[in-house]
């Protein structure tokens, strides 16, 4: 079975500001895909970045970006230029493929200050 | 492009009674759905995975005669609680893959207080 960390419950920065999220997780499965979802007060659930595990090259997306390690098991992500509109709760979520069920870490609460 | 909807967003219930959550997938066909429960502050946890005219598959601890998951067509997947009870209080959401898409696509959830 797989599992994901997340090991920071809360986080906070400063607009404009970079702040990395971590991400763990355990799997044997060696072509697995993982992403970083953001939920914000509304509760939906919107996809932020994705990693397929077979590319070495990290992910990028504007301001979000990854630091996929897959020897660590590691998957973190980096928001650059903090945004208030960037406070939200951010999930890292693992899946095996295609119709494959996903599975999420616990979460971390971002708030971006003024 | 990817859309997907749920219905009601938020619904208030008798203990007792049932209740029917529909996820609808409006621009793509959805060979399979999956629906998830989420406690405040939580994460989302995985209930059951539904392909298509085949009968759902539960992940474990979730009553499948509770929480009855019908996936009658490409578009179309329905959560019934059934004999809802205060305990049944939570956030329900639905998320729907093509075929051949690792990729899935969130419903914007449904609020469910059970009174």
């Known amino acids: 079975a797989q599992t994901v960390t997340q090991s920071q419950p809360e986080m906070s920065v400063q607009e404009a500001e970079t702040v990395t999220l971590s991400c763990t997780y355990d799997?044997?499965?060696?072509?697995?895909?993982l992403f970083w979802y953001k939920q914000p007060p509304s509760r939906q659930m919107i996809l932020v970045i994705r990693?397929?595990?077979?590319?070495?090259q990290n992910a990028t997306e504007n301001r979000f970006s990854v630091n996929f390690q897959k020897a660590a098991k590691s998957f973190s992500l980096k928001i650059s230029d903090s945004q208030l509109g960037d406070t939200a709760m951010y999930f890292c979520?693992?899946?095996?493929?295609?119709?494959?069920?996903?599975?999420f870490g616990t979460g971390t609460r971002l708030q971006v200050t003024l | 492009g990817a859309v997907v909807s749920q219905h009601p967003s938020r619904v208030i219930c008798k203990s007792g009674t049932s209740v029917k959550i529909e996820c609808r997938s409006l621009?793509?066909?959805?060979?399979?759905m999956f629906w998830y429960r989420q406690f405040p502050k939580k994460s989302l946890m995985l209930m059951a995975t539904?392909?298509?005219?085949?009968?759902?598959?539960?992940e474990q601890g979730v009553e499948k005669d509770k929480f009855l998951i019908n996936h009658a067509s490409l578009t179309l997947s329905t959560l019934t609680v059934t004999s809802a009870h205060p305990e049944d209080s939570s956030f329900y959401i639905c998320?729907?893959?093509?075929?051949?898409?690792?990729?899935?696509?969130f419903g914007p959830g449904t609020r469910l207080t059970v009174t």
């Open positions: 998320s729907a893959s093509g075929t051949g898409n690792y990729e899935q696509y």
């Open positions: 799997t044997s499965e060696n072509n697995y895909y």
């Open positions: 990693q397929e595990a077979y590319k070495q």
């Open positions: 979520a693992f899946s095996t493929g295609t119709a494959s069920k996903l599975t």
């Open positions: 621009d793509f066909q959805a060979t399979t």
């Open positions: 539904s392909n298509e005219g085949s009968k759902a598959t539960y």
